[in-house]
DNA sequence: TAAATTAGCAACCAAATCGTTGCATATTCA
DNA sequence: TGAATATGCAACGATTTGGTTGCTAATTTA
């Protein structure tokens, strides 16, 4: 399909599940696809969708236990987007002189 | 429209998108629209549409210079994801007993 | 002034996205 | 076993996305 940084990218992108994601974080143990749709005004079936891009993304683990289904965040991750990011990070990160070193070095 | 955080994320979230911005990075000056859709496989339009998006999420900063349109890159904006991804940071970035110290904290 | 260059705008199109409803299936509990 | 629970799958629909083509307007250049 596509490459998994645009996964991920995408996958965040969206507020909703930014949401779940971080229900899933910050919730004790893992939940069920219920549990999450309990939390928010949507349908089980519309947060079923959220998991899924969660899961292709890597961000969500997921694993079957009796008719339930675990939801565990796997926010390690976003270490992938942090990645990307260092490239960037100079331009905000450092003093002036560092960003003129960097650019007159090419 | 929509949360600052989200338009970044759905800019970058493209691939030509970040080509584009990379691009604009790396360039030793502000590049046209023109100068841009050379180097890519696309028409003018693609890019324009492409670089409205940046543009709408900061990533781009436009100015209009006779009959040219001057495109900039601003990665500084890119600061607002890190400060997102600062929240999970710890799940990666530190030793095990700080993650542990926390999740009894939390 | 006439031609070439740079760009914007509108319309269109196929595919993806974000959500829904309806129904079937598997598991658990009384 | 029968009812309740947890879920999946498929179809649908409205909107957005990523791209195109065609045409027009403004600026520069010869």
Redesign the pocket.
């Known amino acids: ?2 490459d998994r940084i645009s996964q991920i990218f ?1 996958a965040i ?5 930014r949401e779940i994601f971080h229900a899933l974080v910050v919730a004790s143990s893992a ?7 309990s939390q928010f ?13 969660l899961e292709e993304a890597s961000l969500v683990h ?1 694993h ?8 565990q965040a796997k926010p390690e991750r976003l270490a992938d987007i942090q990645q990307w990011l260092s490239t960037y990070e100079q331009f905000w990160n450092t003093k002036l002189d560092d960003l003129e070193h960097y650019l007159s070095e090419g």
Chains 1, 2 share one sequence.
């Open positions: 399909m596509q995408k992108a969206d507020p909703t599940r939940l069920t696809i219920s549990q999450i749709a005004d949507m349908t089980r079936q519309g947060v079923t969708k959220h998991i899924k891009t997921l079957t236990k009796g008719r339930e289904r675990l939801c």
